[in-house]
């Protein structure tokens, strides 16, 4: 394997009086001290701490700080992963050529968007437990959870989330993630629901392909299109919830995940192209206030995504009576404080037919007041859940809640309830 070299260099560039910089020294230092490595079977920690970490920009030091990892987190991740290491390596050069697309694009931006920022780019690589944050002005990014692709060796890892992270990754390139991730150092914090979101995110891809001078590639921007009016007709009966894993980071429970962002983007290109001042319409979609319904509305509205003016409370009121709840316990009343104790099943009736994965976890009483042995599943008409007991002590509280995580009707709907819980005390002997 060739070594990352002279390629991998502290590369900045100027605008006007503020030197805003691209610091890339981490990867060349990773690879360097990943070689040293594979040549001992003692000292690495020395070796790793020589190389790597006393030369660290300031860009890592942050990240391992707000992402909180450190050196035995490397060494952990270089020793259970080497596969996806080695796989993953030539991905992580990122040449002259990618800075200087960067550069420009960064340039235009500053052209569109007239801003003071100060805040660098540390492209790092980490120990997969982030694909990169901000740090006030600064853009901090793990290119280990962001470059990989159809030839990145993933079966090591034993998190599902970890093996399908690259699942959708074929277009997507690092100088757009670069931009999207950069824009969000200017935007406000916060977001109230799956539309705030959804232009929150959409929006960067957006002005990422403006200032790229380039088409925004990936999966859901491609799926989104092919599929328009069903994404917007579903998007509009949840716009207003907060159930984000409906629409965002969703790739492990579904087929065709993020598709937020889809619709985000479709909304900010819709609001730009329709507003005479394009100037002024770039201010708008960077600076909109995620946390005001009003505003989040008003653009929404202005954008013409929907042909239709939209009636907030209408959809409010709609979604929720849409969504699947507990109607009853077919065994007991819940609470209920003499339950036998050789129940063997607990059923449970929702108000609508049911997708199979219902989410059921612990209670904050833990393991030892769980009653649950198994989920036997769904009836035919997919609205009784029946769940196992394990053996029961007498005179004993038990609890367990159905979340909202996974739990959702036939229709798509997320379950009414983060947690409901439900609980029963046995019978005295």
């Known amino acids: 394997m060739r070594k990352i070299v002279s390629a991998l260099i502290i590369l900045t560039f100027l605008n006007q009086a503020n030197a805003q910089k691209i610091f890339t020294s981490d990867i060349n230092n990773f690879w360097t001290a990943y070689d040293s490595i594979q040549k001992v079977e003692n000292n690495k920690n020395e070796i790793l701490e020589n190389l790597f970490l006393s030369k660290k920009t300031e860009g890592l030091n942050a990240f391992m700080q707000i992402k909180k990892f450190d050196s035995n987190d490397y060494l952990k991740a270089l020793e259970k992963y080497p596969k996806f290491w080695n796989s993953i390596r030539p991905n992580t050069l990122i040449d002259a050529k990618k800075i200087r697309t960067i550069n420009k694009a960064l340039t235009k931006l500053k052209k569109l968007y007239p801003n003071n920022s100060k805040g660098n780019i540390y492209y790092t690589i980490g120990t997969l437990k982030s694909g990169g944050t901000t740090n006030n002005e600064d853009l901090l990014l793990g290119i280990e959870k962001i470059v990989g692709n159809e030839n990145t060796i993933v079966s090591e890892f034993e998190n599902e989330n970890l093996q399908k992270m690259f699942q959708f990754s074929k277009t997507t390139t690092i100088e757009q993630v670069t931009i999207h991730e950069f824009v969000h150092t200017f935007q406000k914090d916060g977001e109230i629901n799956v539309l705030s979101k959804a232009i929150k995110e959409g929006s960067c891809d957006f002005v ?25 007709s579903q998007f509009k009966s949840k716009m207003f919830s907060q159930n984000f894993r409906d629409w965002f980071y969703n790739s492990d429970v579904s087929k065709n995940p993020d598709l937020g962002y889809f619709v985000g983007y479709v909304i900010s290109k819709k609001y730009y192209e329709n507003s005479k001042d394009k100037k002024k319409a770039i201010k708008d979609i960077i600076e909109l206030d995620f946390n005001s319904e009003r505003d989040i509305v ?122 409901y819980k439900i609980s029963f005390k046995t019978e005295k002997k």
């Open 208 to 232: 990422a392909e403006l200032t790229l001078n380039k088409k925004f590639n990936s999966h859901y921007i491609d799926f989104g299109f092919k599929n328009y009016e069903q994404v917007k």
């Open 298 to 419: 008003q653009f929404l509205e202005r954008s013409k995504y929907f042909d239709e003016k939209i009636n907030v409370e209408q959809i409010k009121a709609s979604y929720k009576e849409n969504q699947p709840k507990v109607v009853k316990i077919l065994d007991f009343e819940n609470g209920f404080q003499n339950v036998k104790s050789d129940i063997k099943h607990i059923q449970i009736v929702f108000s609508k037919p049911m997708n199979d994965n219902i989410s059921i976890n612990f209670s904050k009483n833990g393991k030892e007041h769980f009653p649950l042995k198994s989920i036997i599943g769904l009836d035919e008409t997919k609205t009784i859940l029946t769940l196992e007991t394990g053996e029961l002590k007498t005179d004993t509280e038990y609890d367990f809640y159905i979340t909202d995580r996974e739990t959702k009707s036939k229709d798509e709907f997320s379950f009414s309830e983060q947690e």
